[in-house]
């Protein structure tokens, strides 16, 4: 298992670097960079934008470029959507701010040597260090998706194995048709829902629509603060689970249907051997692998990815909204530093569902199968 380890974890290494690779290309082709974004946002925005660049910047806004200049400022410009007309030395700030002023091969090693190094540097836009946001935006995401991965497999584990026992009797045929209402109705309306019914938005106002926790936390008692956040994390919650829950439901029992009619079933009820003692002792060992495997993509899918229509609907300032924005306002360095660390997460979260594997099922020997 060492062996097998070890090799894992020395895989993590080219492929992180080809996601990178990938993702780095697939953004520097994409319009619409960091400097156009300053451009966008100095004139619509006027003088505010230039605060964003230090000293100097709106005088350069206002400076006629000298006639010496002009083919210089031509050439520099057109590379820009609506930099026509503004200083090519207010430009050339930019891009060196932005680091432009290098070669893409370059900007792109220099960035993996600082991430190898957990330097994620700082936004461009927020004037924090994006070390910084992620912590102060992992909290919502975390609690989302703590609470939705626990539900979810709480819920879907013993309905899948109940469905799969009780497979064709009414139980099944009525349980099959929530699923298929949850699994039709994505999460985010069902979300709307919520809020329309039960966050004072047309009948009941018994949960609250914004936020993690109310203003008044900080003067609640440890009892009061942790029901006021219980509190506000039922709506979001209620809505990722019931979009969750149903595919891993039908998992559970179709895994347990294919194990349940295997001939050692079949043998270790003829031995007499109590039902409880048949399921829970032989087929859930074997029907549970399929669904411990999914257990990591389906944490950080939800964790980061699953959860932005929600945080945006509930006003929850998570990972999800943070990568989002700063898509939109190619904020690279947030944008590459998340993509970064959280792709590492995902892959170390692999290898750990391939160890999970050997304690449900001791008897797996990845080694052996490698070999």
Known sequence: MLAYLVRRLILIVPTLFGVMVLNFLIVQ???????????ARLQGLGGSATERIGGGGEENLHTQSRPGEQALGAAVTSRYKGAQGLDPEFIKELEVQFGFDKPMHERFFLMMKNYLMFDFGKSYFRDQ?????????????????????FLVYAISIPLGIKKAVKDGTPFDVWTSGAIIVG???????????????????????????RGLVSDHWNDLNWPQRILDYLWHMVLPVTALVIGGFASLTMLTKNSFLDEINKLYVTAARAKG????????????????????????SAFISILFTGSLLIEVIFSLDGLGLLGFESAISRDYPVMFGTLYFFTLLGLVMNILGDLTYTLVDPRIDFEKRDG
């Open 29 to 39: 082709a994409a319009p619409g960079g960091p400097v156009e974004q300053v451009i």
């Open 129 to 149: 260090k994006v070390v910084d946001l992620v912590l102060q935006k992992m909290p919502v995401s975390i609690s989302l998706g703590l609470w939705t991965t």
């Open 183 to 209: 699994y039709a109705i994505p999460s985010f309306l069902f979300a709307v829902l919520l809020v329309v019914v039960f966050a004072g938005g047309r009948y009941l106002d018994w949960f609250p629509l």
């Open 273 to 296: 051997l109590a039902e409880p003692r048949v399921l829970y002792g032989h087929v859930f060992r074997n029907a549970m692998l399929i669904v411990i495997a999914g257990f990591p």
